[in-house]
């Protein structure tokens, strides 16, 4: 953990997911060992009253700071990708993905990317202390897909990249107007925001260990025969960040996930936090427009 040092960690959420984000937050702030120095920056996607005020508890609680931005396209009119809804398989949440950099309204230098339905089980803030140098992103190490890579054009070894925990260098992600040309991809080529941020920047990534993004898909498939394979078992037997992704989560009664059961005990501790009754505002509630919880 870096000294007087401010991180700075996004994520975007709906009504639907913010139980998850919640459960995201306890359990990257119950594994931090300086709460107060973070600052969760929450695109809102439809959030409730409720959603609002239980994630602000929890950031009260920690010491930590929490800021909402909303949802409002016209906000960022004046950027070239705002109408990235129109395009059909651009989803919401994957357009705000690529305006992170831009609706921060902090200056800094790297800025952390947190799907809603991940689980940190280890500081969070030890990801600052890898040497991404001028590299515009930092992701876990991609998976061997054949037949992705192909239609990338990369190498076959590395053809899977999930972004669900992504670090991103600011100040490189706009020299290169990587938003503009990671969206002229997906649009271009109607490929997912994953394939299209993995093609764009492949030879300007690092990589950390898979422990940094355990995908339940690792669960699953057969392990690769290489060296990747044993950075999977690593993972797999203490990873620092569990990716429910797919579409069997933990909440879910019939999900099988082996770490199912840790993330109900961080949703525990959440909800033993939190008042779920939001306070009879006297006055006008915070705007949205405020940009902050």
């Known amino acids: ?48 009253l409720k959603d609002k005020y239980c994630l602000e508890q929890l950031a009260q609680r920690f010491h930590a ?32 993905r690529l305006l992170l950099p831009y609706l921060i309204e902090e200056k800094v230098d790297r800025l952390l990317y947190l799907d809603s339905d991940t689980m940190i089980r280890t500081d969070i803030t030890a990801l600052w202390d890898e040497p991404m140098g001028t590299r515009a992103v930092a992701v876990a190490e991609p998976g061997p897909d054949t037949e992705r890579a192909a239609a990338l ?14 670090m991103i260098n600011v100040p490189q992600w706009k020299a290169q107007h990587l938003s503009t040309s990671v969206f002229t991809h997906m649009t271009t080529l109607g490929h997912t925001f994953a394939d299209s941020l993995h093609s764009v920047t492949y030879s300007d990534q690092w990589w950390w260990h898979p422990r940094w993004n355990t995908t339940t898909d690792m669960f699953t498939q057969p392990l690769p025969s290489h060296a990747y394979g044993n950075r999977v078992v690593e993972a797999l037997q203490t990873p620092s960040a569990v990716h429910f992704n797919g579409p069997v989560k933990p909440w879910h009664a019939y999900c099988p996930h082996p770490y199912k059961y840790e993330y109900t005990y961080y949703r525990h501790q959440l909800l ?22």
């Open 1 to 48: 953990m870096k000294a007087n040092y401010t991180y700075m960690i996004a994520s975007i959420a709906d009504h639907h997911y913010a139980d998850s984000l919640g459960v995201a937050m306890m359990s990257l702030l119950s594994n931090t060992s300086q709460p107060d120095r973070l600052v969760f920056c929450i695109v809102d996607g439809g959030l409730s």
């Open 65 to 96: 700071t929490i800021r909402l931005i909303p949802d409002e396209w016209d906000f960022y009119s004046g950027q070239t990708w705002a109408d990235l809804e129109h395009y059909p398989h651009v989803s919401r949440f994957a357009s705000y």
């Open 153 to 166: 054009g990369l190498p076959r070894v590395h053809g899977s990249l999930d972004p669900g925990l992504m």
């Open 272 to 293: 033993s936090l939190v008042t779920l009754t939001p306070p009879v505002w006297t006055s006008p509630p915070l705007q949205e427009s405020d940009r902050s919880l």
